[in-house]
């Protein structure tokens, strides 16, 4: 008992507020007294991990019950003539110190592979966390450059490509090193309980051969090993959580020496040693035209795809380490799963959707086959694929996908996990894309408050959350208090992330929607001028992002009064946004119908009866006959047909 709590590195204070001991009762049961059962089960609960608690509380329980109930002496044997007794008990006592000298010894080795098992065991809960950080840590490096490749271009944006691939690498490196800490866990687990079944059957011996005399156990030394503690411009938190990934190697190197030493000694030869991935087979089927390349030089050109943001050839090169990697490992190993993860992850950011979504779908099952439902890796794919399936439009799926991913979010990493919190926040999102815009808003306004007290009012994620709880405000019927709100997220994004940045040109886009909806269609005008001269300075006049608030600029200028303007203004983007996103695109034709509007509106009936007649084949071609707009395109039709027949 003394051990676990010298492993917990927990107080006699701490422990007896625990257990509910007082500290004397807690120090003199430590101290030699037989313990009563309840406390060992409370002193194990409270010092042992939860993966080994079951494992230890069945070993202090089976120490307790031999405290409690000692061996009684054994019967004295017969008396043997005084020379035959001499050569008998030199002869046992020679057993005793052979027998004693390996119980020793097999106590030793248990001890050694219990805390390798409890170093690699802590180790894992460690490098998981790491693991979760660095896809966070990725996912934020890539918004940010992607928000600098719109800005600036040269050192700032290599530097902040570098951060990426550091930080890709890190977490390569993390999966690696959970890999092998779950490896040497199960691999001194098992060993232990080898020698354990070996010092029983010599403790038998022990007593056999000691008869009524002195026990050796009361001689057998106190094992403990020295416990590893694992923890958790220059880039600080990047140097971290390299200095962590060292630590984390030098705990596995150490322990995966101990485990081959201890099993060289007992079965001759070392640890068994996972393999390692080395060539491509020839003609392999997922990379026709890679012959026998070794897999590091496929790494590297993936590597260098990922630097190069070149993310359709990121993909293709995931998914042919893949398919190599099922071939050479077999469809369930670690390393294959890690591939088809990079290969999904890869396949989105190259803009397919659907073909993520499956490649996840796929993944998912396997995972939870695998590592478990409620491994890290599975919890991560399977956020991936209920984001995809939204993405792929169908939010309504994804939104029951969230659902049933955070029970075991929350169980698993806790409501206050940063995974767990995005999968809020997303699930939020899709509730309200899903067409319940409502609860949306509510949920978001739970993510908002946990986000501003878990990672403060100005982190960029908590700012996403008070973003999106103010357009689903808008949406759910409420446009002054969504305009109000995104008063307070502009304020917040423009001081964290500056003024000019894309989330918040976007709040200062939605702000200026929303102030049109609550009935200052001016202001919003002038609003929306602003914001259109600066995405069209930042992101470029073609982007998308341009094009629409060039569109709500010349609609909200309409509806504040001025037919001629939003005509000219209408009439200035049309070429653009042909030319940018296709005739048959559904911006482009709600910006003929709007130009045809205000025409009309401008004093121009005839015109405007022209172009709606030339926008019905056009709907109806692209919606079809019947659809809501294909109908309301025919009635300004005849509307501006009537108004025109009026003038002659």
């Known amino acids: ?55 230890r509380q069945a070993e202090a329980l089976r120490l307790l019950q031999d405290a409690e109930h000692p061996p009684g002496p054994a019967p004295k044997p017969a008396p043997a003539p005084a020379q035959d007794s001499a050569v008998a008990l030199a002869q046992t006592q020679a057993e005793q110190i052979q027998v004693y000298e390996r119980l020793t010894r097999a106590l030793e080795q248990e ?17 998981l966390g790491v693991v979760n950080t660095l896809e966070e840590r990725v996912h934020k490096l890539s918004g940010e450059r992607d928000g600098l490749a719109a800005q600036v271009a040269g050192g700032e944006l290599e530097e902040a490509q570098k951060r990426i691939e550091r930080a890709e690498e890190q977490r390569a490196t993390a999966e690696s090193e959970l890999a092998r800490a779950q490896d040497k866990r199960r691999q001194a687990e098992d060993l232990a309980d080898r020698l354990r079944r070996e010092i029983e059957a010599l403790t038998d011996d022990l007593d056999r051969l000691r008869g009524d005399g002195p026990s050796p156990h009361d001689h057998l030394p106190t094992l403990a090993g020295a416990s590893q503690d ?18 984390a190697a030098t705990v596995n190197d150490q322990d995966a020496d101990t485990i081959d030493r201890i099993s060289t000694e007992i079965t ?43 993310a359709p050839e990121a993909a293709r090169l ?94 698993v990493l806790g409501p206050g996990h940063a995974s767990t919190l995005l999968s809020r926040h997303d699930h939020a999102c899709w509730t309200g894309e899903a067409g319940d815009p409502a609860a949306a808003r509510d949920l978001l306004a739970s993510v908002a408050t946990d986000r501003t007290r878990i990672l403060g009012p100005d982190h960029k994620y908590t700012l996403t959350s008070r973003n999106e709880h103010a357009d689903f405000t808008g949406k759910a019927g409420d446009p002054a208090a969504a305009r109000d709100l995104y008063t307070g997220v502009i304020s917040g994004l423009a001081r964290v992330l500056g003024p000019d940045h894309p989330l918040t040109l976007l709040s200062r886009h939605n702000h200026a929607y929303w102030t049109g909806e609550a009935g200052d269609p001016a202001t919003a005008r002038d609003l ?70 205000w025409i009309g509106e401008a004093g121009d009936p005839a015109a405007a009866r022209d172009l709606y007649a030339d ?28 108004r025109a027949d009026e003038l002659w």
Not at 235 to 247: G, P, V
Not at 344 to 352: I, K, L, Q, R
Not at 621 to 634: E, F, K, M, Q, S
């Open 615 to 642: 926008l019905l084949p056009t709907y109806s071609r692209v919606l079809g006959p019947d659809h809501a707009t294909t109908l309301n395109i025919r009635r300004q039709h005849k509307h501006w047909l009537n």
């Open 268 to 310: 001759g030869s070392p640890a068994p040693a996972g393999e390692t991935l080395s060539v491509v087979p020839e003609s392999s089927p997922t990379s026709p035209g890679a012959t026998n390349k070794p897999s590091a030089q496929l790494e590297e050109e993936a590597a260098a795809a990922v630097a190069r943001a070149d």
């Open 318 to 411: 995931y998914g042919a380490i893949a398919g190599l990697s099922t071939a050479h490992f077999g469809h369930d190993h670690t390393n294959t799963l890690t591939s088809r993860y990079d290969q999904a992850f890869w396949t989105g950011e190259a803009g397919d959707a659907e073909a993520a979504r499956d490649l996840y779908a796929g993944l998912v099952t396997d995972c939870i086959r695998v590592l478990g439902h409620d491994h890290a890796s599975t919890l991560l794919s399977r956020r991936d694929l209920a984001s995809y399936t939204g993405a792929a439009g169908d939010p309504a799926a994804a939104r029951d996908l969230y659902a049933g991913l955070l029970p075991d979010s929350i169980r």
């Open 528 to 597: 929306l001028a602003s914001v259109a001269t600066d995405r069209t300075r930042t992101l470029g006049p073609d982007h998308k992002a341009t094009l629409t608030s060039r569109h709500n600029h010349a609609f909200w200028t309409g509806e504040a009064g001025d037919p001629v303007t939003a005509r000219n203004l209408y009439a200035d983007l049309l070429p653009d946004s042909i030319r940018v996103l296709g005739p048959d695109h559904a911006t482009t034709l709600n910006n003929r119908r709007q130009h045809a509007f």
């Open 1 to 55: 008992m003394r051990l676990r709590v010298e492993e917990s590195g927990k107080t006699l204070a701490v422990l007896s507020k625990d257990v509910g001991y007082s500290t004397s009762q807690v120090s003199t049961l430590l101290s030699g007294r037989i313990p009563p059962r309840d406390f060992v089960i409370r002193l194990v609960e409270v010092t042992v991990p939860p993966m080994l608690r079951e494992r």
């Open 230 to 247: 694992v923890g958790g411009e220059r880039d600080a938190e990047a140097d971290d959580i390299d200095a962590a990934l060292a630590r």
């Open 111 to 127: 001890g050694e592979l219990r805390q390798a098992a409890e170093n690699s065991a802590r180790l894992v809960w460690v490098l």
